[in-house]
């Protein structure tokens, strides 16, 4: 067999190992080489190259194919006869060859009239390259397709920008996803061919050293990710980052001892994040310079407008630049943060020249910070919407780090818990953001908005973040210039910035012993209050699976008691029973809204068996209380519907009587365990892929209650936990006081109130194995 026949039947997996010597390979020259070995093949499908031209676009033309990518292919011809026949010759064998194809047959005035009417058609054929046949013919096509672009382009962008943002929104943005679209996320592959086909244009300068840098290793991570899969795979998923990480040769160096090891897989969501941010950038720059190409706004002699916004600092043509009279003298320290607060509060954004310029000359800040640099910085955080694009802009020139030499440490650093949706860095100048909305509720809204910037400056440290953040937070605090009470005052608040709502969703709030310890840590009403807004901002800056309107009033009733306490030295009285629930005939059955609340004639097991009742009708438990009134037993529980439907209030009712009454058939349904399942099960389970997730943990807290101990079970959550649980310890007789069921993501968090049990080290085992083996 001649190599042509070998070539025509074998397909292009045969050619990349002849010239590459493997599958395929991780930098450019791996590309091109795929690139040519297909051309090689392609060429020899194509019989007449008269009147015929085999155009390629997207990674092809660009000779930039992936591993596993597709073919995008252009069959273009001047009118020759018989042109179906001919692309049928090329199309099959490229599809025998197992290839994804993306193609079309077009003459040069089609192609370019399909181009007028898409956008997406006239980005592709910039890319527009020969691969065999008529050399004249796809010549014609390209420089006639980049002739229309440049002058339409102008015109055209805001209707790509309009395609553009559906598809950032459809996709989210590369740099703080933990599982991004290599191609499609904003800052990702496709944001780079925007940036060359802008160029192309004229319309802003050539893509720069960063961006290219950054493109080259965007392509290396995403072949990198279809030689681990095995097939065309664009986004960066967990299971594959470790693999892709060990193909790109990333080494993570241990420059700070203090700090934890960073994985291969986090270093590489790092550097692509990083990558992402650098592309946005850039993107963002070409969009603003296409702008001021189609509307300008001019002063009255038509020159750019040029106005003064604060000191030092001018509007210049829609960016911020330096007032003349700064130009030529040494600037003062506060320079760059009283540009980017400029920045924050116009929502202009900063030209590149000057913030390349303050980069290379703006001097290092003082410690202590004179009082305009701590100005700026609280002007800044409190500037609300610009805050987060002047920070992403200073931040990209190196600014940030001038001001806070922690940065580098946190710096797109991931953080793995499903609730987060963005990197550390970025969550940090979000929750600024959101203080920035709840500054009217505080006493001191700078303490708030820098608290809510330090608040998790401890994590990738060993140790509790919050522990250790607030020793950090206090150097930067007194670098900033700070006094003393209020630098100890921002530890505090980093230190304590998860006590709300751990204690509201894990604790009896009605116990006097949660509340009187939590105003011992708090110490004081302003200091209650800026926690309270640092909670919420937190919360909204984290995701909408961080909050909810039940953790919100828990919270909300959990400050409202503890004010009381500080307020007034007492602590407020418990909640009175509903009297319908301790009068009238028994079994009372009341459901109101998100409340269940049951009055029975026995305590024992009433628990249990009402929350069996509820997980049946698929009612998630978010608390729990049992006490007795006058002889009578009631249980009172808040819940959820576990998939937004609440059930039939009449059958469920139905079913409570029934149960609590003692009939045996519901009771017997009830001791069924329902097995944990995609249909069944409120909570994602928390097995990793590849392997089991952490065994579920007890823990004992003897001082956490007036008339209890609290067992404390940290588990993978799952429907029907509290059922389980509560049965398992009436079987151990124990008696449940009370329960606070507290989900974050995959994993629960739940707190039994026991009383009636015995606290020697033998009866914490024998109920610790009984618990576990619930929860398993």
């Known amino acids: 067999m001649t190599s042509l026949s070998k070539r025509r039947t074998a397909g292009p997996g045969l050619l990349i190992n002849e010239?590459?010597?493997?599958?395929?390979?991780?930098?450019?020259?791996?590309?091109?080489?795929?690139?040519?070995?297909?051309?090689?093949?392609?060429?020899?499908?194509?019989?007449?190259?008269?009147?015929?031209?085999?155009?390629?676009?997207?990674?092809?033309?660009?000779?930039?194919?992936?591993?596993?990518?597709?073919?995008?292919?252009?069959?273009?011809?001047?009118?020759?006869?018989?042109?179906?026949?001919?692309?049928?010759?090329?199309?099959?064998?490229?599809?025998?060859?197992?290839?994804?194809?993306?193609?079309?047959?077009?003459?040069?005035?089609?192609?370019?009239?399909?181009?007028?009417?898409?956008?997406?058609?006239?980005?592709?054929?910039?890319?527009?390259?020969?691969?065999?046949?008529?050399?004249?013919?796809?010549?014609?096509?390209?420089?006639?397709?980049?002739?229309?672009?440049?002058?339409?382009?102008?015109?055209?962008?805001?209707?790509?920008?309009?395609?553009?943002?559906?598809r950032w929104a459809a996709h989210g943005e590369l740099a703080f996803l933990l599982e991004g679209d290599l191609k499609e996320a904003a800052g990702g592959l496709r944001d780079v061919g925007l940036l060359r086909a802008i160029a192309r244009a004229g319309v802003t300068t050539a893509l720069r050293p960063a961006v290219r840098a950054a493109h080259l290793r965007l392509l290396d991570t995403r072949d990198a990710l279809h030689l681990r899969a095995g097939r065309r795979m664009d986004r960066l998923v967990a299971p594959e980052r470790d693999g892709v990480a060990a193909l790109l040769g990333l080494r993570a160096p241990r420059t700070d001892p203090a700090a934890e090891p960073v994985d291969e897989g986090d270093l590489l969501l790092r550097r692509v994040a990083n990558d992402a941010r650098t592309v946005s950038h850039a993107l963002d720059d070409a969009f603003r310079a296409a702008g001021r190409l189609r509307a300008r706004r001019r002063g009255a002699d038509g020159r750019p407008l040029r106005r003064p916004v604060a000191r030092d600092v001018v509007e210049h043509d829609g960016e911020l630049v330096l007032a003349r009279a700064v130009i030529g003298v040494r600037p003062e320290p506060s320079l760059s943060l009283r540009v980017a607060a400029a920045a924050a509060t116009t929502g202009l954004p900063i030209a590149a020249a000057t913030c390349e310029w303050l980069a290379a000359y703006c001097p290092p800040l003082p410690t202590p910070w004179p009082v305009a640099a701590r100005t700026a910085l609280v002007t800044l955080l409190g500037a609300g919407p610009g805050l987060v694009p002047a920070w992403e802009t200073c931040d990209r020139y190196g600014l940030v780090d001038g001001w806070l030499p922690e940065w580098t440490r946190i710096r797109s650093l991931p953080q793995h818990h499903p609730v987060h949706r963005f990197t550390l860095d970025r969550h940090l100048v979000q929750t600024a953001y959101e203080a920035s909305r709840r500054t009217r509720e505080v006493d001191r809204p700078d303490l708030l908005l820098l608290g809510a910037l330090l608040h998790d400056v401890g994590k990738g440290l060993p140790g509790d973040h919050s522990q250790v953040g607030a020793p950090i937070a206090e150097v930067v605090a007194a670098r900033v210039g700070l006094p003393a009470a209020e630098v100890a005052l921002i530890g505090r608040l980093v230190r304590l910035h998860l006590l709300l709502p751990e204690v509201a969703t894990r604790r009896d709030l009605a116990d006097p012993v949660t509340v009187a310890g939590v105003a011992a840590r708090v110490v004081d009403t302003s200091t209650l209050e800026l926690l309270h807004a640092l909670v919420r901002a937190d919360a909204a800056a984290t995701g909408p699976a961080a909050w909810s309107r039940w953790k919100e009033r828990l919270v909300a009733d959990l400050v409202a008691r503890v004010r009381t306490t500080l307020d007034t030295g007492r602590l407020p009285e418990p909640p009175v029973p509903d009297p319908a629930l301790v009068a009238g005939p028994l079994p009372v059955v009341r459901l109101t809204g998100d409340e269940v609340a049951v009055a029975a004639a026995h305590r024992r097991g009433l628990l249990t068996t009402v929350a069996g009742c509820l997980a049946r009708h698929r009612l998630d438990v978010i608390s729990a209380d049992a006490s007795t009134v006058s002889g009578r037993a009631l249980v009172e529980f808040r819940v959820q519907p576990r998939y937004g439907l609440a059930p039939d209030p009449v059958a469920l009712g139905a079913d409570l009587r029934r149960a609590v009454s003692g009939d045996g058939s519901v009771v017997q349904r009830l001791r069924e365990r329902t097995p944990p399942s995609s249909s069944t099960s409120r909570r994602t389970s928390s097995v990793a892929v590849g392997g089991a997730g952490p065994a579920p943990q007890v823990r004992w807290y003897r001082e956490a209650a007036t008339d209890a101990v609290v067992l404390e079970l940290r588990a993978a959550d799952a429907a029907g936990l509290l059922h389980r649980v509560s049965a398992a310890l009436d079987e151990v007789g124990v008696q449940l006081r009370a329960a606070r069921i507290s989900t974050l993501g995959a994993a629960a968090v739940d707190a039994f109130y026991l009383v009636g049990a015995g606290l020697d080290v033998e009866d914490q085992a024998r109920i610790s194995a009984a618990v576990l083996a619930a929860a398993r």
């Open 19 to 166: 010239v590459t010597g493997a599958p395929g390979g991780i930098d450019a020259a791996a590309r091109a080489a795929r690139a040519a070995s297909i051309d090689d093949w392609l060429t020899g499908l194509l019989p007449r190259p008269d009147g015929v031209a085999l155009v390629a676009v997207g990674g092809l033309g660009r000779r930039q194919c992936a591993p596993y990518g597709d073919l995008d292919l252009l069959l273009l011809h001047a009118d020759v006869p018989e042109v179906d026949e001919l692309a049928a010759g090329i199309w099959y064998p490229v599809w025998d060859a197992g290839l994804r194809l993306d193609h079309s047959v077009r003459t040069v005035p089609e192609a370019l009239a399909v181009a007028q009417d898409d956008v997406r058609v006239a980005l592709g054929l910039l890319d527009a390259r020969l691969v065999a046949g008529d050399e004249a013919l796809a010549d014609r096509l390209v420089r006639s397709a980049a002739d229309h672009w440049r002058r339409s382009v102008v015109r055209r962008l805001p209707g790509l920008r309009e395609l553009t943002e559906a």
